[in-house]
């Protein structure tokens, strides 16, 4: 199959093939449709048994309009599999590094992936990630950044050059199908960039590990969209990467994990300008160990009905707004962490951390220099140490455990 593409994997063709093919599709499937309403009405209105030259003609081209839509149809097909196995042939790059660019010739320092072994792969660049990513594989991120959200815009940029991507709904959603369709684990929540909801999702993995070297960043250059997204995967590990917003106001969470199973995230930074370090609702068996959570201005972290065992062990969480709260969630261990100059101020009207669980470990935290109205609220049966809790500005209640 790819030794067959590279024959038409060019620029050139490409764009012919993206030019032709819908019209070809559209005009051939109207003119099937005209000739062989004719003929029915010329086969109606003869007498003798034997087709006249009108129908002979009008039956032609009825065929000549069927071939039509098969090729319109096939060159669909031949522009997404020359997406998806020779992009670079045809400047299908998206984002490189740091640039927010579509590049037409392939740079000097192009990094093309090479499988180690069957399951496991390096990637480069978000398209490279995109296309590899898979159940039971392990993807080595190289330094760089990975924006989902605009690698799809530049995407579009590609495909409908001269449009207006922002502006124009139509196109942005057409090619955001399009991606979802040859990115079977990608889905688009919803493709208008001023949407709260708006999200570019990783779904229905399993088995599969992200790790990054050093310099490997998650990004998202939108406001809107959180800079990774997982929903209904399980068996994911997140490991050695910076995930973070590229725009200095958001109003999304850096890491959103929904509806998964036994996710970790382990040696990860986590920097947000918005509202969030880390959203997780109706997930069973999450871990964070030893990750950095700072600048996230509203709060650090909201877990919300996990079952099983959520455990944040090992953590620095700097910085953020004054809020780490856990509610409806069966075993809660929170240990090793240091929490340190969250809260940017007092009047805040949040605890610090507030903890609601079925059971509870709470001991060898570093607690020290926050702001915030109600302190440390833990509701839950179980082992608390609270003696690494230090000089902080709490106001009503400094620190409250209800023993179950």
């Known amino acids: 199959m790819k030794s067959f593409l590279e024959i038409f994997a060019t620029k050139e063709i490409f764009d012919t093939i993206n030019g032709i093919s819908a019209p070809l599709a559209l005009?051939?499937?109207?003119?099937?449709?005209?000739?062989?309403?004719?003929?029915?009405?010329?086969?109606?209105k003869r007498i003798s048994?034997?087709?006249?030259?009108?129908?002979?003609?009008?039956?032609?081209?009825?065929?000549?309009?069927?071939?039509?839509?098969?090729?319109?149809?096939?060159?669909?097909?031949?522009?997404?599999?020359?997406?998806?196995?020779?992009?670079?042939?045809?400047?299908?790059?998206?984002?490189?590094?740091?640039?927010?660019?579509?590049?037409?010739?392939?740079?000097?320092?192009?990094?093309?992936?090479?499988?180690?072994?069957?399951?496991?792969?390096?990637?480069?660049?978000?398209?490279?990630?995109?296309?590899?990513?898979?159940?039971?594989?392990?993807?080595?991120?190289l330094p760089g950044t990975y924006d989902i959200y605009e690698y799809l815009?530049?995407?579009?940029?590609?495909?409908?050059?001269?449009?207006?991507?922002?502006?124009?709904?139509?196109?942005?959603?057409s090619v955001m199908r399009a991606v979802q369709r040859l990115f079977p684990h990608i889905e688009v929540t919803d493709p208008d960039p001023l949407s709260i909801e708006s999200?570019?999702?990783?779904?229905?993995?399993?088995?599969?590990?992200?790790?990054?070297?050093?310099?490997?960043?998650?990004?998202?250059?939108?406001?809107?969209?959180?800079?990774?997204?997982?929903?209904?995967?399980?068996?994911?590990?997140?490991?050695?990467?910076?995930?973070?917003?590229?725009?200095?106001?958001?109003?999304?969470?850096?890491?959103?994990v929904e509806d998964c199973r036994n996710i970790r995230v382990e040696n990860c930074i986590l920097d947000g300008s918005g509202t969030i370090g880390v959203l997780a609702r109706?997930?069973?068996?999450?871990?964070?160990?030893?990750?950095?959570?700072?600048?996230?201005?509203?709060?650090?972290?909201?877990?919300?009905?996990c079952r099983g065992r959520l455990e944040f062990r090992d953590n620095d969480c700097i910085k953020n707004g004054a809020k780490f709260l856990v509610n409806n969630c069966d075993t809660v261990v929170f240990v090793d962490n240091i929490i340190t100059r969250n809260g940017f101020n007092k009047r805040n009207y949040n605890p610090l951390i507030r903890i609601n669980a079925r059971k509870l470990i709470f001991s060898d935290n570093v607690i020290t220099d926050n702001k915030s109205d109600f302190g440390i609220i833990l509701n839950a049966a179980g082992e608390v140490d609270s003696t690494g809790?230090?000089?902080n500005e709490f106001g009503d209640s400094a620190f409250v455990w209800i023993n179950r």
């Open 282 to 305: 109706n997930n069973t068996d999450l871990e964070f160990g030893n990750n950095e959570i700072r600048n996230c201005r509203d709060a650090l972290a909201n877990f919300e009905s």
């Open 153 to 173: 815009l530049d995407t579009a940029r590609i495909l409908y050059p001269g449009k207006n991507i922002d502006e124009d709904a139509r196109v942005r959603d």
């Open 27 to 44: 005009v051939g499937i109207i003119a099937a449709v005209v000739f062989q309403i004719l003929r029915q009405i010329l086969k109606a």
């Open 389 to 391: 809790i230090g000089v």
């Open 199 to 256: 999200r570019v999702v990783l779904t229905e993995l399993h088995d599969v590990v992200i790790e990054g070297q050093k310099g490997a960043v998650i990004s998202s250059s939108s406001p809107v969209y959180a800079a990774a997204v997982l929903k209904n995967c399980r068996n994911i590990t997140l490991r050695n990467l910076e995930m973070r917003h590229s725009v200095t106001k958001c109003v999304s969470p850096v890491l959103v």
């Open 49 to 141: 048994s034997e087709p006249s030259k009108s129908e002979q003609v009008f039956k032609y081209l009825f065929i000549l309009s069927l071939v039509a839509v098969i090729f319109g149809f096939a060159g669909f097909a031949l522009q997404n599999g020359l997406i998806k196995h020779h992009p670079e042939k045809i400047g299908f790059y998206g984002l490189r590094g740091d640039s927010s660019t579509v590049d037409t010739e392939p740079p000097v320092d192009t990094v093309f992936v090479y499988p180690e072994s069957d399951s496991i792969f390096y990637v480069g660049n978000t398209a490279e990630l995109l296309q590899h990513l898979g159940n039971k594989r392990k993807l080595i991120a």
